[in-house]
């Protein structure tokens, strides 16, 4: 990830590295420069007004922590652009939170800015650590450096975002309504997204519902995959779908601290669709590919788990939870990946399989990802 900032730093005056909370996004920009600004802090807000002149005439990259937090920051950042567009690697601005900074770069900053996301800790980021154990605390540094801290960290880690965070940020909800919808969307992680179900429960209306998933996508929870709509004539799911991003924090929201418990669980294949997919996605973004994750799915039962576009290929793909997939398994795959024009299909599963051809086949989450990086590289 540091040489992808280091790539976009030359090319850009100003680069956007955003994702949520404790993912290091702190650390890899301090060890990239020492003019640091923590712009939540009035302080230094001050200490960054008083110094502008001389910051803009040296020639060290200056770091931007939580930039959405001081709105007044961006006009600043376009005339100082401006006044030598020539001129890159100047800015280093940091977010937690999506939308509000991605409205500021618009409205300030369009096409002066490159924007990277950091997300938490991928499989191949975490050398020997076992996949199993991975899947189950998920990739923030903490639960995967310190084993003993899952997964309390991870409900203090939510607990602070609904009570301080999230209201901060502009999410008007109550700390503990945000935390009931918390635990709602981890009930229905991976399941059609159904807003008025949810706002019943909760004694909200549907538009109030998604308006606050918007939030917690903004702030890199969860993640929502729009439908795949190709011109078919079948009866198409139009709903999207919603899974918490970080594993981890999706099994702290259930209480499960072991993997033995997790594979008891009636929902686990659909923390096991939503780990993969995250790992796809998140993998692509760190090469410099990011991609619009979507899934398919027919009301007679057509289905995949994920399909994107990557260059001109068409890709979908099927987790299954399984060390042992049937044959007939991937012959399902591959008619609905022809059903929708996919020149590329695999079906991802806890097998040792690698992909039988560079496009197609059965492959282990590992084997997947590396085909991947190899063929970006």
Not at 69 to 86: K, S, T
Not at 250 to 261: K, P, T
Request: glycine share 8%.
């Amino acid at each position: 990830m540091t040489a992808l900032v280091r790539a976009r730093l030359k090319d850009y005056p100003a680069v956007g590295l955003v994702g949520p909370r404790q993912t290091g996004k702190t650390t890899l920009a301090r060890a990239l420069s020492s003019v640091y600004f923590d712009l939540e802090q009035p302080a230094e807000r001050i200490r960054l007004d008083l110094q502008w002149d001389a910051l803009m005439k040296q020639k060290k990259l200056v770091v931007l922590d939580e930039a959405q937090a001081w709105p007044e920051v961006f006009p600043r950042l376009r005339g100082a652009i401006d006044a030598d567009r020539r001129r890159t690697g100047r800015f280093l601005l940091l977010g937690s939170v999506s939308p509000a900074l991605t409205r500021e770069v618009s409205e300030s900053l369009a096409g002066r800015l490159g924007l990277i996301e950091l997300a938490p800790l991928l499989v191949g980021e975490l050398g020997a650590l076992p996949l199993a154990d991975r899947w189950l605390r998920g990739g923030f540094p903490a639960g995967v450096v310190q084993p003993r801290l899952f997964p309390t960290w991870h409900t203090d880690y939510l607990t602070l975002l609904a009570q301080r965070d999230l209201p901060v940020w502009g999410l008007p909800a109550k700390p503990a309504v945000t935390e009931r919808l918390m635990r709602m969307i981890a009930a229905v992680h991976g399941q059609i997204w159904n807003a008025s179900q949810i706002g019943q429960s909760l004694g909200l209306s549907y538009h109030t519902v998604n308006s606050y998933l918007d939030f917690l996508e903004g702030a890199f929870l969860v993640r929502r995959l729009a439908p795949w709509l190709p011109n078919l004539k079948k009866r198409l799911v139009r709903s999207p779908r919603v899974y918490w991003r970080d594993t981890g924090l999706l099994h702290a929201l259930h209480g499960i601290e072991r993997s033995g418990d997790l594979l008891h669980q009636p929902w686990v294949g659909a923390s096991w669709e939503g780990f993969v997919i995250g790992q796809i996605v998140e993998q692509l973004a760190a090469l410099g590919q990011p991609v619009t994750p979507h899934y398919f799915r027919t009301s007679d039962g057509y289905e995949l788990d994920l399909v994107f576009k990557l260059g001109k290929h068409l890709w979908a793909v099927e987790a299954k939870l399984t060390s042992n997939p049937a044959p007939q398994d991937f012959d399902r795959l591959k008619a609905v990946a022809d059903l929708i024009g996919a020149d590329r299909c695999v079906l991802v599963s806890q097998a040792t399989a690698e992909i039988s051809n560079g496009h197609s086949g059965l492959a282990s989450l590992p084997s997947l990802l590396k085909s991947l990086a190899n063929e970006l590289a």
